[in-house]
């Protein structure tokens, strides 16, 4: 059973800085790009970051370009996500997603996905 489990959300002020962690597990974790999204009240899910199976790549929204780092470490089957200089807009559920082969921004590409983390930013 593949499970992705997310972390590290919280409550921050705006310009703050959050960590969040997404451990897989029952998959072969190298095999998979990573995904991150997010989901605001009322909205649809949107992409936030990807990274390729061996880190070399990675894409973001334009919205986050900058401020945010997508990472991973297959050693420990974590996706990992730094967020710095955090705005109001940023806050949403976060989510992380796993799909076989090729890193994408479309997430109905993606296989897996965790229950979500919830971020707010405060003004």
């Known amino acids: 059973q593949v499970q992705l489990v997310e972390s590290g959300g919280g409550l921050v002020q705006s310009g703050g800085s959050l960590r969040l962690s997404c451990p897989a597990s029952?998959?072969?974790?190298?095999?998979?790009?990573m995904g991150w999204f997010r989901q605001a009240p009322g909205k649809g899910r949107k992409f936030v970051a990807c990274i390729s199976w061996n880190g070399f790549s990675t894409y973001y929204s334009e919205h986050v370009r900058g401020r945010f780092t997508i990472s991973r470490d297959n050693a420990k089957n974590t996706t990992y996500l730094q967020m710095n200089s955090l705005k109001p807009e940023d806050t949403a559920v976060y989510y992380c997603a796993a799909k076989i082969g090729y890193y994408a921004g479309n997430p109905d590409e993606y296989e897996y996905w965790g229950q979500g983390t919830q971020v707010t930013v405060s003004s």
């Open positions: 029952g998959l072969t974790f190298e095999n998979y790009a």
